[in-house]
């Protein structure tokens, strides 16, 4: 079986929507009805065959060859098997993903990870705002799984975040980890102003000091933490990181006292 | 078949017999090699026998910093007991009191077993509601707020059904210091043996018994004939030459450990020979019928 690749002919001339195009939405359509598929949202509704040259058999093993800021949705919901896009996405990639593995090699638009709930979702490039964070109206964002932007994220990255793993690893926007419910966001290359802005629980780890931090925030010593050490080692493990990032005794700061206070940001002395 | 003679030592022709128990393992580490083994030590304290101690528990391996989960020098401890209650029971009281309580510590599963035990997840409560669960590449932590810093431990270990315990051999010599030297020789083989502790003092029991007696209530006594004071006066398994017979007791992850470990235990007695050490090594049995592990003695030499 050959990965199902899907070649973007042109710059699509609308909006699309790619959320049809996951392993198990694909999972025994033939390629003519896979072509018919109607992926656009404005009023040309334009449908896969339009957009994309469709070619290879196997639906758990899907490429999007040639992207573009109007793809949208990519791999939503998906639960496994592996969705590869080869250049830009739009919003809400890998939104509320459950399973498998979506990659992006390129830059993604706001909402990337939005409401994951498992699996893992690499972005080379860079991430929009409110990456992994919930659409308007949810109450929680990441819900589990892995969350990784080799590049840079925009403003409320991991917003409302309750479980999981987010990894950014050059630097991110204003209030990275803001409401955070638990989980554990990383950042490297500088986090913007006042991360973890409200946040109840959960972990930001930073690899520098903050540049602001809500006043809501306290310091807490810089006792050994084998969490520290363990997360490192996680980091690295996984491919993340190339060294460690807190190091044996990580300065903590607590917060966000304005609310439940739970929370704490860890960074190198 | 008669008794056989290797290197000098007279092999008896007996076996040691041995039971099915339910084991776990838990990796502690500290900030250095002595007060990762200060942990461990103390949590495998009065866990000798499971006649009276509710467990029988040891350090099973030393393990180098780039073999833990965190990166430390630590120590795997092996717990054994006759039923999962009790382990569990077990393994909470003596991690709570012995490991949450020294300095610098973690503590990690194990174990991959076929269940799984309370760890971290019961221990969390002492954090009062300061305690704080991390799931990190499909592992859960707990972190509990200590007065030096947290205590990180892992919400739950594995457990084995498979485990045995009572592997055994007598080491009998001409004199106690010479029972006593191949013993330790016997007990410093088997450290390195994965999986199978030894959890007598030092490693080394001199009290064997033998199931019940004349007391009412008296779970395990005296064994008689083993006993070099009472040679002639009871029907002694002891000749002229042994004045001092100790027992090395092995527990074991599974049969092979068990097997491993008293072959390593059995060559290095062998290999001291009997004029520095043993002149005779036996086993403990029950006549074969009670336990379901059996290790004959000349299948385990080297």
């Known amino acids: 079986m050959k990965a199902l ?17 996951t392993p198990e939405r694909l999972a025994g359509i033939e390629r003519r009805d896979i072509e018919k598929i109607q992926i656009g949202i404005s009023k040309h509704g334009s449908e896969v065959g339009d957009i994309f040259r469709v070619a290879g058999n196997d639906p758990l093993d899907i490429v999007f060859e040639g992207g573009s800021t109007r793809l949208d949705r990519v791999a939503e919901g998906m639960r496994g098997g592996s969705v590869r896009v080869v250049g830009n996405a739009g919003a809400q990639a890998g939104r509320a993903m459950r399973g498998g593995t979506l990659t992006i090699e390129g830059n ?6 939005s409401g994951m709930r498992g699996g893992r979702l690499e972005i080379t490039g860079n991430a929009g705002d409110h990456l992994g964070a919930p659409l308007a109206g949810e109450l929680a964002g990441m819900n589990g799984g892995v ?19 987010i990894a950014v690893l050059k630097g991110s926007g204003d209030n990275a980890g803001s409401r955070m419910i638990a989980g554990t966001l990383v950042v490297a290359g500088g986090s913007g102003e006042m991360p973890g802005y409200l946040m109840r629980r959960g972990s930001i780890l930073l690899d520098r000091a903050p ?11 810089a006792p050994e933490s084998v969490f520290a050490a363990i997360i490192d080692r996680h980091l690295i493990a996984e491919g993340i990181l190339k060294r460690p990032l807190l190091g044996i005794a990580p300065q903590k700061y607590g917060g966000d006292n304005a609310v439940l206070g739970m929370g704490e940001i860890l960074f190198p002395r | 078949m008669p008794n056989v003679s290797v290197n000098g030592i007279v092999i008896d022709d007996t076996f040691a017999e041995a039971f099915g128990m339910r084991a776990t393992a838990i990796i502690i580490t500290a900030p250095n090699r002595k007060w990762a083994r200060q942990a461990a030590i103390t949590m495998t304290g009065f866990a ?17 910093p780039s073999a833990t989960p965190d990166g430390r020098p630590g120590c795997r401890v092996m717990i054994f007991a006759m039923g999962t209650d009790e382990l569990q029971k077990q393994l909470l009281n003596r991690v709570g009191q012995c490991v949450l309580t020294s300095p610098g510590s973690a503590c990690f599963a194990g174990l991959e077993g076929s ?24 592992r859960h932590f707990w972190r509990v707020p200590v007065m030096d810093g947290e205590f990180l431990c892992e919400a739950t270990t594995g457990l084995t059904k498979g ?3 009572g592997g055994n051999f007598f080491v009998m010599a001409e004199s106690s210091a010479k029972a006593l030297v191949a013993a330790e020789a016997a007990v410093a083989a088997i450290g390195l043996v994965p999986g199978a502790i030894v959890p007598f003092p030092g490693g080394i029991a001199r009290s064997g018994s033998k199931i019940g007696g004349k007391y009412k209530g008296m779970i395990a006594s005296a064994n008689e004939a083993y006993a070099p004071t009472l040679r002639g006066v009871v029907r002694s398994e002891l000749g002229s030459d042994i004045n001092a017979v100790l027992e090395i007791v092995i527990d074991g992850e599974t049969n092979d450990a068990v097997a491993a ?3 390593a235990g059995i060559k290095a007695v062998i290999e001291l020979g009997p004029k520095r050490g043993a002149v005779r090594i036996s086993a403990g049995n029950y006549g074969g019928k009670l336990g379901k592990f059996i290790y004959s003695l000349k299948d385990m030499l080297p």
């Open chain 2, 48 to 64: 000798t026998s499971v006649i009276g101690c509710g467990c029988e528990a040891a350090i099973d391996v030393e393990l180098p």
């Open chain 1, 108 to 113: 993604a638009g706001p909402h990337a990870g």
């Open chain 1, 211 to 221: 540049k602001s931090l809500s006043p809501s925030f306290v310091e807490c010593g």
């Open chain 2, 261 to 263: 470990a008293m072959k």
């Open chain 1, 147 to 165: 969350l990784i932007v080799r590049g840079k994220a925009g403003g409320f990255a991991a917003d409302r975040m309750r479980r999981g793993l």
């Open chain 2, 163 to 165: 485990a045995v315990g």
């Open chain 2, 115 to 138: 269940a799984e035990l309370k760890l971290g997840s019961a221990l969390r409560y002492f954090g009062d509601g300061w305690q704080i669960s991390k799931k990190i590449g499909g």
């Open chain 1, 5 to 21: 690749t899907f070649t973007l002919v042109a710059e699509p001339p609308e909006r699309l929507d790619l959320s049809p195009l």
